[in-house]
C-alpha cells in the first residue's frame, strides 16, 4: 500500500526515525503521499547545515563521510547521511559498501543513512533527491551530508542542492590540477587534501592555494579552504567542520536564503526537465519518423511536443 498511516504526518513532526524512513521512501518514489509530509518539513525554516560532498571515484568520500559522523556525533550533533548515485540506475556496489561501512552508526539514533539510486533527467541529482533532503531537514539534523559518485554532472548538481560544497582531492596524480581544469574548485567552498599520510600533500595544497590566488578575487570573495585530511584516521576532520561553518558564517542569514531558494530553483526545475523529457519519450505516432524523413524540421518537432499538452 501507498498510502501513509494517518498518523505518519505526527510521527514524522515528532522526530520518530522510522516514520522519517517511510516519508523517505514516500519521497523517493514520487509518490503523492509525500507532499503533505514535504510541507511540514519546510515549514520549518532554516535548521540543518546542508553539506555536499564531491571528488573523484575513491578520493575518500565516502571514508571522509564517514569520519564526518564519527566528530559531529562525539560535537552531540545529530547527523543524516544521503549517498546517491546519480550515474547509475542501480543499487552500485560502491554505494553498498559504503552503506555497510556505515552500518556501525546505525545502533545510534542520532544518526540516519539512506542510499538512493534515483537520478535526474540528465542524469544528474533528480527532485527527488531534493525531496528527500528536505525531509532530513525536517527531521530535525543538525549536519545532512550528501555523498555522490563523482561524474560528470553530479559536481554542479551537489554545489545547487546544498549549503556547502566539499570538493576531496588527493596529493595522487595532479587531482587538484585536474579539479582547477575542469572548474569544479569553483563550486568548491572547503578543499579537502584527503590521504594526507601519502607523499605530495603539501604540494597539492601549495598548487590549489595558487592557483585560488591567481584567479580573479577581492576582499569578499570566498576562497575555499584548503585542510588536509587522513580520513581513515580521522585526522583533519575537525578542522574541515571548522572550515564550513566559517563559510556557514560567510553567507550569513541571507546568504543561506538565498541558497535555499537556489535549491528550490534546482527542485523545480529538474521536476520541469522530467516532465517535458518524459513527455518527449512517450510521444506518440510518427512524429520522430517524420523528423528522420524531412517531412517536419526538428524545430517544429519540439514546438508540437511543447505546445501540446
Ligand atoms: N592512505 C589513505 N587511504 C585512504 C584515506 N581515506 C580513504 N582511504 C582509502 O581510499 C579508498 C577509497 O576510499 P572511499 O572512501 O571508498 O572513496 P570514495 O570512492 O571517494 O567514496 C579506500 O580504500 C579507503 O580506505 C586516507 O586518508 N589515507
Ligand atoms: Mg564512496
Redesign the pocket.
Known sequence: MTAPAPDLAARYQAGDLRALARAVTLAEAGLPAARPLLKIARSGGIRSVVLGIT????????????ALIAELRAQGKRVAVLAVDPSSPYSGG?IL??RI?MLRHHADSGVFVRSLASRGALGGLSARTMAVLALLEGGGFDWIIL?T??VGQSEVDVAAACDHTLL?V?PAGGDGVQAFKAGIMEIADVIAV?????PGSSRTVRELTSAQALGWHDEHTWLAPVRK?????G?GVGSVIEAVLKHRAHLGEAGLQERRRLRAEFEVRSLVQERLLRRARDAGGDLYARVAKGELDAEAAADELLGGS
Open positions: 571528488g573523484s571515484p575513491g578520493s575518500g568520500k565516502s571514508t571522509l563521510t564517514d560502491a559498501g559504503d561501512r555523498e559518485v563523482g576531496v588527493t584527503n590521504k594526507a599520510d601519502l585530511t587522513i580520513a581513515s584516521q585526522e
